[in-house]
């Protein structure tokens, strides 16, 4: 499974759009993209993934780019209950496993 | 329905004891995971399960044993537990292997070995 890059931490001001990327330059063409969030040390809750096309929940959408080396994954309306750690993982067609990095962690000011 | 549901919720052990996690999922899932999470960390895995009788290593695999008798249950053991393996242990099962699916993920065990 490939790797992927995610800034450590990021604001948010509550309202606004939160737009969290990450970076998965060496992911191949049957690896879909995940997004997981984990709350205060509770369990990772499942977001959103996608394979090339955009995505969109009533959680959040997923933007891949072209190339699909990179994605950001945008919470249209920030609020407190948002912050977070966001993970991104790349998992291949065939994958047993998910691989967590130490993904970004979002803090949401009022 | 309750997903996937981890026994304990909280453990303290001494040095040397040893015991099993339970982790129990009702959606009839055929592949379980055990991943742990240390401070600042992200989750690594331990050992997984892509069926019923059937077990296989992950990233970190020493020092525990696994057990999956029947599909509904993924069981972690440590034989003689040790300072090192205290972390919050999160079990998770998924439906299909890998791709266009989605892992559940349990709320987890906070271990402490002293």
């Known amino acids: 499974d490939a790797k992927t890059t995610q800034p450590p931490s990021m604001d948010c001001a509550e309202g606004r759009a939160a737009n969290l990327p990450c970076n998965h330059s060496t992911i191949s063409g049957n690896e879909y993209v995940y997004w997981y969030r984990q709350i205060h040390s509770q369990g990772p809750q499942y977001i959103i993934h996608g394979l090339k096309n955009n995505e969109t929940n009533e959680m959040a959408s997923l933007i891949i780019t072209e190339d699909r080396k990179s994605s950001t994954l945008i919470l249209p309306h920030a609020t407190l209950r948002d912050t977070a750690v966001y993970y991104c993982?790349?998992?291949?067609?065939?994958?047993?496993?998910?691989?967590f990095g130490t993904g970004t962690s979002l803090t949401v000011i009022p | 329905n309750a997903g996937v549901t981890q026994t304990p919720k909280f453990r303290v052990l001494k040095t040397g004891q040893s015991m099993t996690l339970l982790c129990a999922q009702d959606?009839?899932?055929?592949?379980m995971y055990w991943y742990r999470q240390d401070p600042g960390m992200g989750l690594r895995l331990i050992h997984y399960s892509v069926g019923e009788g059937t077990t296989a290593k992950g990233e970190v695999p020493d020092g525990y044993n696994v057990s999956r008798l029947k599909k509904q249950n993924f069981l972690l053991g440590l034989e003689s537990a040790a300072p090192s393996q205290t972390s919050v242990y999160f079990c998770?099962?998924?439906?299909?292997?890998?791709?266009?699916?989605?892992?559940?993920f349990g709320q987890g065990t906070r271990l402490t070995v002293v």
């Open positions: 998770a099962s998924s439906y299909l292997p890998g791709g266009n699916t989605e892992a559940f």
């Open positions: 959606m009839n899932h055929e592949y």
């Open positions: 993982i790349v998992r291949a067609t065939l994958g047993n496993q998910f691989y």
